[in-house]
T-cell receptor
Framework: DSGVTQTPKHLITATGQRVTLRCSPR?????VYWYQQSLDQGLQFLIQ???????AKGNILERFSAQQFPDLHSELNLSSLELGDSALYFC????????????FGPGTRLTVL | EDQVTQSPEALRLQEGESSSLNCSYT??????LFWYRQDPGKGPEFLFT???AGEEKEKERLKATLTKKESFLHITAPKPEDSATYLC??????????????FGKGTKLSVIP
């Protein structure tokens, strides 16, 4: 158990819908990262937050957005869902600054029908 | 653009048959190279961080090494419980406190009793 929690574990929804994925980092970690894992693309970085502020963006679609709240938990919002958005979404956290290891949560499996 | 290539894609070993997994990388200033283990449907589990060429780290039957262009994960006398996908990732000195990881697609290891 990495200490990172994610909810829900599974999410099944229809095209065009909007969902919210939630992540709580390890106690003491200030930085949160979101990754998407699909069979053909592998693990892809989406976005990073540090202490409530956006720090870096990867190949995140405009339909996707995220935020980190004062209690450091983070939410990833996915809207206008398409079949291709079906994937595993992972959250990771790390201590900042100076610590590089990222610890991953168990993931949310999103299925878009 | 940072790139990570892992080989082989899949590896089947008999229990006790030692082998190595390869991770070749291209990065503009390496901050760290990471190895993770991932079981099906689970989040990646952190194994090692390597920071500079020549560095080695060990954990049980696993040993990770780093050169300027690649890293190896050596598995000595593997057991069936070592079966998993092993992921390699690099972190670049991109500045501005961005610590995103760029992952390879992984090597799926199967250890046969």
């Amino acid at each position: 158990d990495s200490g990172v929690t994610q909810t829900p574990k599974h999410l099944i929804t229809a095209t065009g819908q909007r969902v919210t994925l939630r992540c709580s980092p390890r106690s003491g970690d200030l930085s949160v990262y979101w990754y998407q894992q699909s069979l053909d693309q592998g693990l892809q970085f989406l976005i990073q937050y540090y202490n409530g502020e956006e720090r870096a963006k990867g190949n995140i679609l405009e339909r996707f957005s995220a935020q980190q709240f004062p209690d450091l938990h983070s939410e990833l919002n996915l809207s206008s869902l398409e079949l291709g958005d079906s994937a595993l979404y992972f959250c990771a956290s790390s201590v900042e600054p100076g610590y590089n290891e990222q610890f991953f949560g168990p993931g949310t499996r999103l299925t878009v029908l | 653009e940072d790139q990570v290539t892992q080989s082989p894609e899949a590896l089947r070993l008999q229990e006790g048959e030692s082998s190595s997994l390869n991770c070749s990388y291209t990065v503009s200033g390496l901050r760290g190279l990471f190895w993770y283990r991932q079981d099906p449907g689970k989040g990646p589990e952190f194994l090692f961080t390597l920071y500079s060429a020549g560095e080695e780290k060990e954990k049980e039957r696993l040993k990770a090494t780093l050169t300027k262009k690649e890293s190896f994960l050596h598995i000595t006398a593997p057991k069936p419980e070592d079966s998993a996908t092993y992921l390699c990732a690099v972190q670049a000195n991109s500045g501005a406190g961005s610590y995103q990881l760029t992952f390879g697609k992984g090597t799926k290891l199967s250890v046969i009793p």
